[in-house]
């Protein structure tokens, strides 16, 4: 009983903040769009009431008559065609404007979802898949759209008649009202039954919805390894599954849903025979003052009344997924987004003769951290200069499983770190940190003496350049895909930084160079194309610290010689974070780190742990290998 109240309440919150954007930005619209379904509304009731009149004032009354005059008659009927003319006028307006408020409605959920999507930390992203994230933007929102420019106009619509014909009919003849309440009251009952299973269904069809497309999604990313690892049968076999999920869902939500409208036609075909025989007998027996003109209108009213039942089932089913759709939506909007709670920022510098630094509009090249002390409301600038370390870090992306333990490290401005150690000992784990995709449960790092939660995360990252394994190319041209480390590069920095990748070699051999359209993340290039210019994007950046995930691992061994020469030149003068399966890479380290178990065994640059004969030794000469 609880869970069910629970479940209304929520509808009734998620159907109010729909409302809110309906009235928010198209308020003036929202209100014409009423008024226009009052008038449509009311210009079909006033139709089906002049039954009454036309019967009993002007059509009766001339039976019979020698010379009848019909002056009254065309008079009533110009005046009826009016109205049916004002009807169908103010159908057209607002059906129209439903058209333009459910696009803009749907123009701002979206644009809402993706400004707050920008805020979410990694943590969402890594624990919903993008299928299920894209249903969002698609299936979710088209509910959304269908409601709103159809269900919602209609359910209006029938409440307004609704309203009233019951008083119009209660006005015709009391006596035959009180049969309506009954009927009135049976439909709601089987309404509120049908409905409350058809609801339930709906909700888990957007939910199996969103586990079918984002498992299509991720099988269409990992189409080749499917592929080689012939795991075609398996993966239709774990598809069938989610989609018999989908199919039992959607089919019982269709069987309620489509169940509701046959249903209510049926009472309501009942309602006009029980009505006609009713109404016969009283009018026979002269109770009630029930004339030919009451009994038609009546009839027609009843017809009337059943109809808005009839189109709120029809769209019942609409309704109930919009609402589904849109309460996964604002689970999205209402998603806790990352924290910061920085307060020291990244600002550009220089220094006087005397070496104070003082802040700057102007780009010097150089960058400060701006470090303001709320105890003195001083402010004190610390030179950018890569000294990155860690004390005591302690870190798990769950509470229960640790992933790094005790863990301390430093690397001073300039110097080169790479990290050693089989899959899962947690090197990635310390660039995401050093991020601060992901915040430590102990310990503390420390930037340039700083220690990074006093940081803003966007200025903190601003100055760190990160090259991965995985690259990630957008929709432009090569230039734009560059530019994309620094927006406002000027196109001689996206040349420079593209010479220093050695990606401007191949590049100028394409038909369009610098200018050649990129689709699709690229599949226009070989894998270590698409490399070259995710190195090129951190080149243009020119970070004081980078770091640098495998960034060469899918680089064959010739096109690795050379871009490991432009790697040389861009790490010079820069902290450097590395992660390498080969070796060879990181022979010229300052220090290499081998972890194990989000541990470090082993710390010196690669002459010193030779001499070690360990893990590294035995890693470097082949008798270990990386797992």
């Known amino acids: 009983m ?65 010379d009848p005059n019909f002056a009254e008659l065309y008079k009533a009927l110009a005046v009826l065609g009016c109205i049916f003319a004002l009807g169908v006028i103010a159908t057209f307006i607002y059906t129209r404007m439903m058209v333009y408020i459910g696009q803009g409605v749907l123009k701002s959920v979206r644009d809402d979802m993706f400004e707050h999507m920008q805020t979410l930390p990694i943590r969402y992203f890594d624990q919903n898949t993008n299928g299920s994230v894209m249903s969002l933007y698609t299936n979710d929102t088209d509910t959304l759209r269908q409601m709103i420019s159809q ?55 957007q939910v199996s919805l969103a586990d079918v497309t984002g498992f299509v999604e991720e099988r269409m990313n990992g189409q080749r390894v499917v592929k080689v690892f012939n795991h075609e049968d398996k993966s239709k076999e774990e598809f069938d599954k989610l989609n018999e999920a989908l199919f039992e869902s959607s089919a019982n939500a269709n069987k309620y849903g489509n169940m509701m409208g046959p249903v209510i036609g049926n009472i309501g075909n009942l309602q006009f025979v029980l009505t006609a025989v009713l109404g016969g007998l009283l009018s026979v027996t002269g109770v009630g003052g029930i004339t030919l003109g009451v009994m038609a209108s009546y009839l027609q009213f009843t ?14 089913n609409a309704i109930v997924m919009a609402l589904a759709g849109a309460e996964r939506i604002f689970r999205l909007i209402d998603e806790k987004p990352e924290e910061d709670e920085g307060y020291v920022e990244l600002v550009n510098a220089r220094k006087d003769a005397n070496g104070n630094i003082t802040e700057c509009k102007e780009r010097t090249g150089m ?65 995401n940190l050093i991020n601060r995709f992901y915040d430590i449960q102990e310990g503390k790092i420390r930037y340039d003496g700083i220690n990074i939660t006093k940081i803003k995360k966007d200025d903190l990252r601003r100055s760190l350049g990160i090259v991965l394994q995985d690259t990630h190319l957008f929709t432009g041209t090569i ?12 196109d001689e920095e996206v040349y420079e930084a593209a010479r220093l990748a050695h990606a401007d070699q191949f590049i100028k051999m394409l038909p369009k160079g610098y200018d050649t359209m990129l689709s699709g ?73 081998v972890l194990d178990h989000g541990k470090i065994i082993e710390r010196g640059d690669h002459e010193d742990l030779i001499k070690l004969k360990g893990t590294y030794y035995q890693l470097y000469t082949g008798k270990l290998e990386l797992s």
């Open 479 to 490: 230039k734009e895909n560059i530019r994309y480390g620094k927006l406002d590069a000027t």
């Open 303 to 316: 017809k009337s009344f059943t109809q808005p039942f009839m189109q709120v089932a029809q769209q019942f």
């Open 2 to 66: 609880n869970k069910k109240k629970k479940l209304d309440q929520n509808t009734i919150q998620t159907a109010k903040r729909l409302l809110k954007y309906m009235t928010g930005t198209h308020k003036i619209q929202f209100i014409i769009v009423f008024i226009c379904i009052f008038i449509s509304s009311a210009a079909s009731i006033a139709v089906s009431l002049s039954l009454k009149f036309l019967l009993d004032d002007f059509i009766i009354p001339l039976i019979g008559q020698t």
């Open 521 to 593: 993340d690229g599949e226009e290039l070989s894998q270590g194309q698409r490399q070259l210019l995710s190195i090129a994007r951190a080149a243009v950046a020119n970070p004081p610290v980078l770091i640098l995930d495998e960034a060469t691992s899918s680089i064959d061994t010739r096109t690795e010689s050379i871009v490991q020469k432009g790697m040389d030149n861009l790490m010079k003068g820069r902290t450097v974070f590395v992660i390498a399966h080969r070796l060879s890479t990181i022979r010229n380290s300052d220090a290499i780190i």
């Open 367 to 431: 960058w400060a951290w701006k470090h303001p002390h709320s105890a003195d409301g001083s402010v004190t600038y610390t030179e950018l200069t890569g000294d990155v370390r860690f004390e005591d870090v302690t870190f798990g992306y769950n509470p229960d499983k640790v992933i790094l333990k005790d863990i301390s490290l430093f690397a001073k401005p300039g110097q080169k770190l790479a990290f050693v150690g089989s899959t899962g000992a947690g090197k990635t784990t310390i660039t």
């Open 151 to 205: 269900a919602i106009p209609q359910a209006l619509m029938a409440l307004f008649t609704i309203v009233v014909t019951f008083i119009s009919m209660l006005l015709l003849s009391p006596m035959l009202t009180i049969l309506a309440v009954v009927i009135i009251f049976i439909m709601l009952k089987v309404t509120n039954k049908i409905g409350s299973n058809s609801g339930k269904y709906f909700i888990r069809q």
